[in-house]
C-alpha cells in the first residue's frame, strides 16, 4: 500500500527556515516523479516544485530561490527546505507522487501546516 | 505562472450533469495534453480524478470525464450524487516544466 507521510511543520517566524519531510512507504521515491503542493488557509491549491526521477528539479516562481526539493534514497523520504520564509508561505504543505506514466498526482500525503507569524 | 481560470461556484441537483471549465493559455493547457482534475471535501487532501486530460486512475467512478479543446479543458460529472459536493481543482503541466492549478470551483448539489 503506498502511504505518504509529511512531517516537520509548525510555527516559524519570518525570515526563518524549516525542513519538512515526506516518507514514503509501498514505493521507492527515486522511480518516480514527486511533488510538493501548498494550501493557504482557505485558498486554492498552489504547485510548489518537483524533482523527477533523474534528479532535475523544478520551482514556482514564488519559491524559488528560496525552497530547496530534494530527497534521501537510503530513507525514501522527499524533503522541501524552506529559507526567507514570509507571512504569505503559511499553508498546508501535501507531498505527492505523480501517477506511473501518467500527468497527475495520485497519492497524496494528509499535510503538514506551516505558520509564518511573528 | 498565472493560475487557471475556473468558474467560483457550479450547482446542480441529484441525477443531473454539470461541466466544470479551466481555461489556460497556449504555454500550458493548449501546449501539452497533460490536464489533471482533483476532487477535495474540507479538511482532506486532494483526490486524482482525472489525468492526461480524459484518463481514469484505478478505481475513480466514469461518472467523472475530460476533455480539452484549445486553452480549455472541462471536467463534467454525470449523475450527480450529493457525496460529490466539494472542491474541484484542474492542472496542467506548462512548457516550463512546472505545473499549474486551477482557482477552484465549489460545487454544489441542490
Known amino acids: 500500500e503506498v502511504r505518504l507521510v509529511e512531517s516537520g511543520g509548525g510555527l516559524i517566524q519570518p525570515g526563518g527556515s524549516l525542513r519538512l519531510s515526506c516518507t514514503a512507504s509501498?514505493?521507492?521515491?527515486?522511480?518516480?516523479?514527486m511533488t510538493w503542493v501548498r494550501q493557504a488557509p482557505g485558498k486554492g491549491l498552489e504547485w510548489v516544485s518537483v524533482?523527477?526521477?533523474?534528479?532535475?528539479?523544478y520551482y514556482a516562481d514564488s519559491v524559488k530561490g528560496r525552497f530547496t526539493i530534494s530527497r534521501d534514497n537510503s530513507k525514501n523520504t522527499l524533503y522541501l527546505q524552506m529559507n526567507s520564509l514570509r507571512a504569505e508561505d503559511t499553508a498546508v504543505y501535501y507531498c505527492?507522487?505523480?501517477?506511473?506514466?501518467?500527468?497527475?498526482?495520485?497519492?497524496w500525503g494528509q499535510g503538514t501546516l506551516v505558520t509564518v507569524s511573528s | 505562472q498565472s493560475a487557471l481560470t475556473q468558474p467560483a461556484s457550479v450547482s446542480g441537483s441529484p441525477g443531473q450533469s454539470i461541466t466544470i471549465s479551466c481555461t489556460g493559455t497556449?504555454?500550458?493547457?493548449?501546449?501539452?495534453?497533460?490536464v489533471s482534475w482533483y476532487q477535495q471535501h474540507p479538511g482532506k487532501a486532494p483526490k486524482l480524478l482525472i489525468y492526461?486530460?480524459?484518463k481514469w486512475p484505478s478505481g475513480v467512478s466514469n461518472r467523472f470525464s475530460g476533455s480539452k479543446s484549445g486553452n480549455t479543458a472541462s471536467l463534467t460529472i454525470s449523475g450527480l450524487q450529493a457525496e460529490d459536493e466539494a472542491d474541484y481543482y484542474c492542472?496542467?503541466?506548462?512548457?516550463?516544466?512546472?505545473?499549474?492549478f486551477g482557482t477552484g470551483t465549489k460545487v454544489t448539489v441542490l
Open positions: 505527492a507522487r505523480d501517477i506511473p506514466g501518467g500527468a497527475g498526482l495520485g497519492d
Open positions: 509501498g514505493f521507492t521515491v527515486n522511480t518516480n516523479y
Open positions: 524533482i523527477q526521477t533523474g534528479g532535475s528539479t
Open positions: 497556449s504555454s500550458d493547457v493548449g501546449a501539452y495534453n497533460y
Open positions: 492526461d486530460v480524459s
Open positions: 492542472s496542467s503541466y506548462t512548457i516550463s516544466s512546472t505545473h499549474v
